[in-house]
């Protein structure tokens, strides 16, 4: 049973990368997925989530209009699509899942025992 997160890379800013977080052993329709980051120095930033009951979602402020957030149920896995990236968006990127709906938990970034799964980080480097 976990959380396996991927798709982190370097890029160039103006870029895009596709992170997935997929879980194994457990089935995601049930939970609500957020990705988080936390960059050297700074604290976990609740990222985007996407809620398991209606589909609705959160972005922060930092990201909206540039992140986009997905679910595909038959493939047991959530998306973070990442477009225009910018240097401030370079962090270790996390996703974790909560059973039931709970966009807040992730707008709050935690706290760390109210969610079930963690993935581990993957890298994102934004730089020329």
């Known amino acids: 049973v976990q959380l396996q997160a991927s798709g982190g890379g370097s890029v160039q800013p103006g870029g895009s990368l596709r992170l997935s977080c997929a879980a194994s052993?457990?089935?995601?329709?049930?939970?609500?997925v957020g990705w988080f980051r936390r960059a050297p120095g700074k604290e976990r930033e609740g990222v985007s989530g996407?809620?398991?009951?209606?589909?609705?979602?959160f972005y922060a402020d930092s990201v909206k209009g540039r992140f986009t957030i997905s679910r595909d149920n038959a493939k047991n896995t959530v998306y973070l699509q990442m477009n225009s990236l910018k240097p401030e968006d370079t962090a270790l990127y996390y996703c974790?899942?909560?059973?039931?709906?709970?966009?807040?938990?992730?707008?709050?970034?935690?706290?760390?025992?109210?969610?079930?799964?963690w993935g581990q980080g993957t890298q994102v480097t934004v730089s020329s």
């Open positions: 974790a899942a909560v059973f039931g709906s709970d966009l807040d938990s992730v707008r709050l970034a935690g706290p760390d025992a109210r969610f079930n799964y």
């Open positions: 052993g457990f089935s995601l329709n049930y939970y609500t």
């Open positions: 996407i809620n398991s009951s209606d589909g609705s979602t």
